[in-house]
């Protein structure tokens, strides 16, 4: 009977605007949550009724239903926040995080460190990055994300980087170098910090002396009281490294030679520690000689000069960067990578499985993530000290839900319309 057809299609209007409604609702109460993405209602309606066959035309609709709650992807907000290890995504990617079920997938980068130094999400699940050897050069190991032990180990100095002008001035052998009296033997002197194999600092003194051909020759001497057996008698400095340098006529660095070190330190350092002296990019090696040392007609100075030794050191602090890149300073000096973050990327986000707690997972219509580094391959680009908020639009909401609470009316009027006709085909029989 085509009364009750009536009543049943406007059950199943009320049926899907109430669960339209539940979709706002669930949006309107994660207005506050870190990274949500807000889902919307997507109603089909119910195969109709053919009045004359396959013919078309002629159909009666047997009422709606919900075809799909797709999520809305559209980017949220990014905000700052003071906390170093706030991370927000601007873009498609997703974090990746491990735990006792599995990997899982989210866009809340409200991470922190727990009591055994690896970097949690809210859940206690395991941020993934790939890590970072002893050296600070970000690997491709994906794994968990962690911070460093609160001591770092001494590094022995290997090589030292001089950038000076010689003055082309000098008389050439108008000085011949005395370890005795090397302040006042030498054409010019500077001293460099290098670290024995236990973190301690030493001083480096180098001399410099011109000869013949534009030809000069260093001598590296230490504290005589910091090398085993001391200095010579009657000196206070002993030597440690020697070498000599040639340059063109036009004052580049032609070659480079260091005879062999001998730093032999007190105090149970390693012996015979081999540091080279590196001066720049001399010709003879194949470089051009314009990096580095040179030979000028102006007074003889030093320009620039580092080393790659360290002593012992506490970490002072722990941050991250724009491309997702986990540091720790150190109270020595030194500044270390220690792992980076890395983002997924799937062909149809929308597909992902929603398990609470911000958490996604993989389903098989999302496809395989791709997994990298931010700002490649669509993934996104991250922001330090900053979190993505959720992008659901209260004003949107509201009218959403207006409209499907009045749609949910309209559908009951149906119903009690539908029954006042079928309480007048009862009264017939009267």
Do not use: C
């Amino acid at each position: 009977m085509a009364i009750l057809s009536a009543m049943w299609t406007g059950v199943s209007g009320m049926a899907a605007q109430g669960e339209a409604l539940g979709v706002t609702a669930d949006n309107i109460a994660n207005s506050n949550t870190t990274g949500f993405k807000a889902s919307r209602a997507e109603f089909q309606d119910v195969m109709s009724r053919s009045l004359k066959g396959n013919d078309g035309g002629n159909q009666l609709g047997r009422g709606v239903r919900i075809g799909a709650v797709n999520p809305l992807l559209s980017q949220g907000s990014l905000d700052n926040t003071d906390r170093s290890t706030d991370l927000g995504i601007n873009g498609q990617g997703f974090f990746q995080v491990k735990g006792s079920e599995g990997v899982n997938y989210t866009r809340d980068g409200s991470f922190h460190f727990d009591k055994n130094g690896f970097l949690v999400n809210n859940d206690k699940q395991r941020v993934q990055g790939f890590s970072a050897n002893d050296k600070g050069k970000i690997e491709s190991k994906l794994g968990d994300i962690k911070s460093p032990n609160a001591l770092v180990n001494a590094t022995a100095t290997s090589a030292v980087k001089l950038d000076l002008n010689l003055d082309s001035r000098n008389v050439a052998n108008s000085k011949t170098f005395d370890p005795k009296d090397p302040y006042k033997t030498s054409h010019y002197a500077t001293a460099v910090e290098i670290y024995d194999s236990q973190g301690d600092k030493h001083v480096l003194n180098v001399f410099f002396n011109k000869g013949e051909n534009r030809e000069w020759t260093y001598h590296g001497m230490i504290d005589g009281k910091e090398m085993e057996g001391g200095a010579p008698s009657g000196q206070q400095l002993a030597q440690a490294v020697s070498g000599k340098l040639s340059f063109t006529e036009e004052g580049l660095l032609k070659s480079q030679e260091q005879a062999e070190s001998s730093f032999n330190f007190v105090g149970g350092a390693k012996q015979n520690q081999a540091v080279k002296l590196n001066f720049g990019d001399d010709i003879m090696s194949g470089g051009k000689g314009v990096a580095g040392t040179k030979q000028f007609g102006k007074d003889s100075d030093i320009i620039s000069w580092n080393q790659d030794g360290a002593s012992a050191g506490m970490v002072t602090n722990l941050s991250f960067n724009d491309d997702g890149i986990l540091s720790a300073s150190y109270s020595n000096g030194q500044v270390l990578d220690l792992g980076q973050i890395v983002l997924a990327k799937f062909e149809n986000p929308e597909a992902l499985l929603k398990i609470g707690g911000n958490l996604f997972k993989q389903s098989r219509d999302a496809g395989e993530p791709s997994i990298g580094i931010p700002r490649l391959s669509g993934r996104g680009s991250l922001m330090a000290k900053s979190l993505e908020r959720s992008n659901v639009d209260l004003a949107g909401e509201f009218v959403t839900m207006i409209a499907n609470q009045r749609a949910f009316q309209a559908n009951s009027k149906a119903i009690t319309t539908s029954d006042e006709l079928m309480n007048e085909v009862i009264q017939l029989k009267r």
